[in-house]
């Protein structure tokens, strides 16, 4: 059993930024030569997340406006009112995205649909350097 973890470094701009980290996590499991197991990517934070979706811009678009909806930045946040910095609405909508997402590995490539990419998706009220832990698991 093989164990590799890296990190991305990513600039991210904030408010629903999204970015397609599938080619930078495919890279990272080829210099680990696994060929069978799993790859796990991991963002540290509260209001950041990652998940799967058809990385182009209608999608994206339709993401974005998802989150809007299901948790508009403009309601009243205890954690707001608690600690003044204005994005009770990002934890929220990290918490329900989730920190990470685990792909198999099947003949050293990643085990991803035709049309699904990774994304790290970052809800924050500000610009952030996110850094996402890429672990590969596997023989």
């Known amino acids: 059993m093989q164990i590799r973890t890296q990190a991305i470094s990513i600039e991210s701009a904030g408010f629903n930024d999204v970015h ?9 499991l080829h210099e680990s030569r696994i060929a069978h197991g799993a790859v796990t990517v991991f963002v540290p934070g509260s209001t ?36 003044g910095d204005g994005n009770g609405f990002s934890h929220v909508r990290a918490a329900l995205l989730g920190p990470s997402v685990t792909i198999p590995v099947v003949d050293g490539t990643l085990g991803l649909g035709t049309w699904q990419q990774i994304i790290l998706v970052d809800f924050d009220n500000r610009p952030r350097r996110r850094e996402v832990l890429v672990q590969c698991l596997g023989e």
């Open 20 to 28: 397609n980290l599938t080619d930078r996590v495919a890279s990272i």
């Open 48 to 83: 950041a997340g990652i998940t799967t979706l058809e990385f182009e811009r209608g999608a994206v678009e339709d993401l974005r406006r998802a989150m809007d909806r299901l948790v508009p930045p403009a309601l009243h946040y205890d954690h707001d009112a608690r600690w």
